[in-house]
């Protein structure tokens, strides 16, 4: 593992590789002592690096692939449709002129592209556009390229003109077929396609975040539960059948067949899945246990749980970084060394079911406990009520839903679709039951407990504080056990619990694309938040960026939030914004009418309003007041409804009590700018500001000579995305920033931070968040486009 890690793991230094390789090669030759340890260290990096390299062979691909659009073959490996557009894995992908891609491309199909039924097997025939994946340039944005390099996605885009070549598909996908078809229409439906099959894009985002916000996120993916109790299920079911009679005991290793059978099943389970990676990893781990099963007399559970640990990595080096696989590994080896007490060993009841549940709520609290630093900072958020929802959700999915799921599914395989029907049906009863558990839970109060960044010490803290008390545990000091468990949770949430606020202003404006969205940060812990880009509906989109961002400087709630105008590149991702910070107060809006009919903008002020929040509307010529920052409003007038939308825009203005001024613009056009500097004639200082948002992201059709000259910006920044199709922003809008020695910021190439604390000369503290350098990957991918 040490050896693994020191190849793969990017915080670790490059340099490190060779330095350690070259020591414990020179150790293993000078002297005797630790040399399993130093030979399995080498072997480790070598591993590791190989891996690497093999990753990044992979993903590589030459130039020509990106060049606007390809003609190309493939075979679809995984298909997925959603209400405005399907998604396509595709594999084996050979470019018109005969080249092959060692990797995988993703894509996406829009409009009449999507008529066409697609399924995984089809071979098709299609026209792309194709770019490298891409992480988003903000603090605490995921790592979504690092994710598409271990799974060998070489290039992401967008398809049309669809042909099928190929209709025959697979047995497996026949199958899987069949099981969807005998899907009910109702949304647990799609509960019941994610543990069967492993699609989970179809349950709402709504019922997504209950059960994330529940800490019961787990019983979504095909994890080592659901493996588990499939393997368990049918070891019982065979167990019982071959004790029936007394030769079949005699004559045959009963136990053995079952377990051989059980294993078998959660195989043929994890196979129609389509083995993602958590079931492979859940099918090592129930293999590994098998074996030592069978090898009982001298295996040590621990022992067996580091064997699984070691044949995973060995199988898929890079899951050293996984995040699902740690989780995992922790909550074992916590009821492992819990195993007593979860087990019950020492306190015999009369009541079994009381023995079931006192084994349960162990097995709840010990996990809970032991993964809570990692959930906190990985996915920014304290589950509070994880211990009560799987007690309560446990036992619902492992007794009754997954149950019945199966049978269905097998039901579906051999052909009796209506029956199925029924069976998936009674599943969906009891998961609405469930689902409506956890919406209540994560109506409770701290029922959506965000937290900020999290620094890495506090974690070491916190496991340092709870291997003492498992020390405790094994001793049998329960006293002790209680005493340190409990003081180190409540340092832990003490510590993790409040906000950091900026000890200036601060003003972040966020890479999101192709959209708009800004932030600003008072020393007294207000934040506003300025627009939000996104497709409505989605998970993930400008809505989630901004929130990850925030929390990585250290806020979880926003007070103030204000949508310039009813565009999906400015208001999409508005909904998700709410659902991602502990409560928004405020919202502000144009009193134009598009904004007071448009559905999504609607959904926003109810959801507000239903948290205790309020809705203002503003107009021209109105000023507020947010902390210590005085706001007019510019534009647009109460009831104006234009031709052009982009017109209908929110412009404010923002003075800074050190007397510096932000303009925010939206998407207004040159007839908006004209009228607003008409009517600052009178007063053109009003029109003069330290820092401007570019308006409509640097379109021709907006920033006239006479705005620009109006305004005359010390700081511009356009908010564009990279590639995109309208080719923002213009040549001749840059140009006529910087003959006025604007300085210049586009959001494609990295967020932009800037501090308003003031430096002797009077300029500004400004920061461009730039690309994160991933040392190993990109060596290893320079490597092989040299090679090739």
Not at 288 to 309: D, Y
């Amino acid at each position: 593992m040490a050896g693994l890690a020191i190849a793969r793991v990017e915080s670790i230094p490059f340099e490190a590789v060779g330095v350690v390789a070259i020591i414990a090669a020179t150790l293993l030759l000078l002297i005797r002592i630790g040399r399993i340890f130093l030979l399995t260290l080498l072997a480790g990096i070598l591993w590791g690096s190989a891996a690497l390299f093999w990753d990044a062979y992979q993903v590589s691909y030459d130039e020509r692939w990106i060049s606007g659009y390809q003609q190309v073959t493939a075979t679809i490996e995984r298909a997925e449709e959603h209400t405005s557009y399907s998604r396509l894995l595709l594999s084996h992908v050979l470019h018109r002129d005969g080249e092959m891609l060692l990797g995988r491309v993703e894509i996406y199909l829009y409009g009449r592209d999507r008529a066409t039924r697609l399924v995984a097997g089809q071979m098709v025939q299609l026209s792309v556009k194709l770019h490298p994946p891409r992480n988003k340039l903000n603090p605490g944005a995921f790592d979504y390229r690092g994710y598409c390099f271990d799974r060998h996605v070489a290039l992401l885009g967008s398809g049309k003109n669809v042909l099928i070549i190929d209709s025959g598909v697979t047995l497996l996908e026949q199958i899987r077929q069949r099981i969807i078809a005998s899907f009910t229409k109702r949304d647990e439906s799609a509960v019941i396609r994610a543990l069967l099959l492993a699609d989970r894009s179809h349950i709402p985002v709504a019922v997504q975040d209950d059960f994330a916000a529940a800490g019961a996120a787990h019983l979504l993916a095909i994890s080592g539960l659901h493996v588990g109790m499939v393997a368990g299920w049918g070891f019982i079911i065979i167990w019982w059948l071959l004790t029936r009679r007394e030769a079949w005991i005699i004559h045959f290793p009963v136990r053995k067949i079952a377990l051989t059978i059980g294993l078998l099943l959660a195989i043929i389970y994890a196979t129609i899945a389509g083995w993602p990676i958590t079931a492979q990893r859940s099918v090592l781990m129930l293999a590994a246990a098998a074996v030592a099963w069978w090898l009982r007399s001298h295996a040590v559970p621990l022992n067996t749980m580091l064997a699984a640990l070691i044949l995973i990595l060995l199988v898929d080096p890079g899951a050293i970084e996984s995040i699902s696989l740690w989780l995992s590994f922790i909550a074992v080896t916590a009821l492992l060394i819990g195993s007593d007490e979860v087990a019950g060993e020492e306190r015999q009841t009369s009541s079994k079911p009381l023995d079931w549940i006192r084994a349960l709520f162990w097995v709840s609290v010990i996990a809970t406990l032991a993964t809570l630093p990692v959930i906190a900072d990985v996915f920014g958020r304290v589950p509070t009520y994880s211990l009560f929802a799987n007690l309560l959700l446990v036992p619902l999915y492992s007794l009754l839903i997954l149950p019945l799921s199966i049978v269905g599914e097998m039901v579906a395989v051999i052909g009796l679709e209506d029956l199925a029907s029924c069976i998936f049906s009674m599943a969906s009863f009891v998961i609405a039951y469930g689902n409506s558990l956890l919406a209540q839970l994560h109506a409770w109060p701290v029922g959506n407990l965000w937290v900020a960044d999290v620094p890495l010490w506090v974690g070491m803290l916190y496991a340092l504080g709870m291997v003492i008390a498992a020390h405790f545990l094994l001793k049998r000091k329960y006293l002790p056990l209680l005493a340190c468990s409990g003081l180190t949770l409540i340092l832990y949430l003490v510590i993790v619990l409040p906000e950091h606020y900026p000890e200036s202003p601060e003003f972040t404006v966020w890479d999101v694309g192709q959209g708009a969205a800004s932030s600003l940060s008072m020393p007294d812990g207000r934040v506003m938040v300025f627009d939000l880009p996104g497709r409505s509906g989605s998970r993930f989109n400008g809505g989630t960026d901004v929130a990850a961002g925030l929390r990585r400087q250290g806020l979880v709630h926003v007070d103030l939030l204000v949508l310039s105008h009813a565009q999906s590149d400015h208001a999409g991702g508005a909904a998700r914004l709410l659902d991602q910070m502990r409560y928004v107060k405020e919202l502000w809006l144009a009193d134009v009418p598009a904004n007071r009919r448009n559905r999504e903008i609607t959904r926003v002020r109810e959801k507000i309003m239903a948290n205790g929040g309020s809705v203002i509307w503003l107009k021209r010529g109105d000023r507020m007041r947010f902390s210590d920052v005085q706001v007019e409003v510019l534009w647009p007038p109460q009831g104006f409804e234009p031709e052009n939308s982009n017109n209908g825009s929110l412009v404010l203005s923002l003075s800074l009590p050190m007397g510096k001024r932000i303009l925010l613009t939206g998407d207004i056009e040159k007839m908006a700018e004209m009228k607003i500097v008409e009517e600052s004639d009178l007063n053109l200082q009003r029109l003069k500001h330290d820092l401007m948002l570019v308006p409509h992201h640097g379109s021709r059709t907006s920033s006239s000579e006479a705005w620009v000259d109006a305004v005359a910006p010390e700081i511009a920044i356009v908010q564009t995305g990279l590639g995109n199709r309208y080719q923002f922003p213009h040549g001749d809008v840059v140009n006529r920033y910087r003959k006025r020695d604007t300085t210049w910021f586009d959001t494609k190439e990295g967020a932009v931070t800037i501090g308003f604390d003031g430096l002797p000369d009077g300029r500004l503290e400004i920061e461009q968040f730039g690309p994160k350098f991933e040392e190993k990957r990109d060596a290893a991918l320079q490597w092989w486009q040299r090679a090739l």
